[in-house]
Every structure is written in structure tokens, then in C-alpha cells.
């Protein structure tokens, strides 16, 4: 039976270099390259703030969770990553973004393994998939690292990915 957050307590996901942790309003000045919500970046500290209530939101309905990536060693937030939009039918979109700098070091690798291990083993989900743009070249090379494997196309020309367990 697959469970859905809320959880308990927030899960903090954690490998030898980085944490998967929650995002509060004091994360802001990190993370304001990162906030997103349907696809809107955030212009102002204002509105990171008001996507992080929004994100907390769907987290505390069951609709999602949505981790920041700390660098251990550096304590700063490289980039996001979490399910969204829901949990239909036992599966979870997984999506992900990294900040320029830190990209092409495995950070985003190392992140999707967690967040999809804790899929698998924590949420029971039976499928996890990720949609990404045909250009994406390095979020396709992270999903398949991660064992991803093509499952077609969508509508808008995106690619469709999935890892079934």
C-alpha cells in the first residue's frame, strides 16, 4: 500500500556528501535561481517565499514533497529535487533543477537516487517518471544513470522516462 506524505517528521535524505532537507524562508537568497512553481520562476524573495508555502501546501495535502540539495561540506543548497503533481496509480513524478555552477559534478545523480530509493522503499510507489526536454541532454544522461529507461513521448515533444519496481 503506497503512503503519501505528510509524514511523521520531514524525511531528510543523506549520502556522504549531500542532504536532501526541507526549504524554510531563511534557504531564500540560495535558492532564488531555483524557485519555480508550475513552471513560473520566482522574481522577488517575496515570491520564493509565497512557492515555498505553495510547495509546503501540497506536501501537507498529500500531493507532493520537495527536497533542497545541501552540499554537507559546503552548507549551501545546489540545487532541488522532489515529486510532484500528485501520486496517481502508485507513481511519482520526479523532477529536479541545479544550479549552473554546480552542474556536471554529480549532485543530481547522487539526489535522484535518494529521493528515488526513498520512492521505492518508504512511499511503496511502483513507478517513478520524469519528463525532461529533448535538448536536456544531462537530466537524460541523470536518469539514466539512475536506471531510467525512455517511455515515449509527449505531447509538447518532451521525453518521457521511468524506473518500475
Known amino acids: 500500500m503506497m503512503i503519501t506524505p505528510p509524514f511523521p517528521l520531514f524525511p531528510e535524505l543523506k549520502s556522504n556528501r549531500i542532504r536532501l532537507r526541507r526549504l524554510v524562508a531563511a534557504d531564500v537568497p540560495q535558492i532564488m535561481e531555483l524557485s519555480f512553481f508550475n513552471r513560473i520562476q520566482a522574481k522577488t524573495a517575496e515570491e520564493a517565499v509565497e512557492m515555498l508555502g505553495k510547495i509546503d501546501d501540497r506536501y501537507n495535502e498529500g500531493s507532493g514533497i520537495h527536497w533542497g ?97
Open 69 to 165: 540539495i545541501e552540499d554537507i561540506a559546503l552548507q549551501q543548497i545546489v540545487g532541488t529535487c522532489g515529486y510532484y503533481r500528485g501520486f496517481a496509480n502508485d507513481s511519482g513524478e520526479i523532477g529536479y533543477i541545479v544550479k549552473e555552477q554546480y552542474r556536471r559534478n554529480g549532485y543530481m545523480a547522487e539526489a535522484v537516487k535518494l529521493a528515488v530509493d526513498f520512492g521505492f522503499s518508504e512511499m511503496k510507489l511502483k513507478k517513478v517518471f520524469a519528463i525532461t526536454a529533448q535538448k536536456n541532454l544531462g537530466s537524460q544522461g541523470v536518469l539514466r544513470k539512475n536506471g531510467f529507461i525512455a517511455a515515449g513521448i509527449e505531447e509538447n515533444g518532451d521525453l518521457r522516462f521511468h524506473i518500475i519496481r
